[in-house]
């Protein structure tokens, strides 16, 4: 399978899966990275690792529905079979997310259906919850709602602060995110009547 990543920052999930990717074992390959963000530092260290990049600033086009048949244009060229938001900070146009509905998948940093949105450590830790984690799932209209394919759970500890629970959390979904991505190019967790249906394991 294809896959093309979605970024708007520092790319280290990005940079978890170029990784992961680079085994030839792995059923798909990243043939390129969009960014939204001219100055987003995963674009660096995409180029450096060789791969395409693009970047697609929102303020060039006049809406959003433009930016994101811009961002479709640039999938199609590089034909993407798989879309991966990772840290893509803007919500998708129905339409779009339509046109790759059970074909892309993202990462938020908390055990959803618990914060979703954005500060999601900061809220939990206000929360004392005693269990945070991570969650990849398909991406449908709503945000951070659709079919959860895989997630990951970390201890809260008492002295935590939002960044160390933040480190915890990232080093959970760098191991995760590639995990979801191969079940996923595999076939085996499939979007099927708004739940993931899982192929039988060998
Ligand atoms: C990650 O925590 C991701 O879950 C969230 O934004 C952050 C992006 O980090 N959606 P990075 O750009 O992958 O380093």
Redesign the pocket.
Known sequence: KRVAVL??????????LIDAAADPDFPAEIVGVISDKPDA??LGIAASRGLATKSLPRKDYSSKEAHDGAIDAALVAMKADLVV?????RLLTAHFVEKWHGRMI????ALLPSFKGLDTHRRALEAGVRIHG?TVHFVTAEMDDGPIIAQAAVPVLSDDTEATL?AR??KA?HRIYPLALRLVAEGKAKMEGGRTVYSAFH
């Open positions: 970024i708007s920052g520092r790319g280290s999930n990005m940079s978890a530092l995963g938001l990772a840290g893509y900070m993202n990462i938020h940093p991570c933040t959390v990232l979904e």
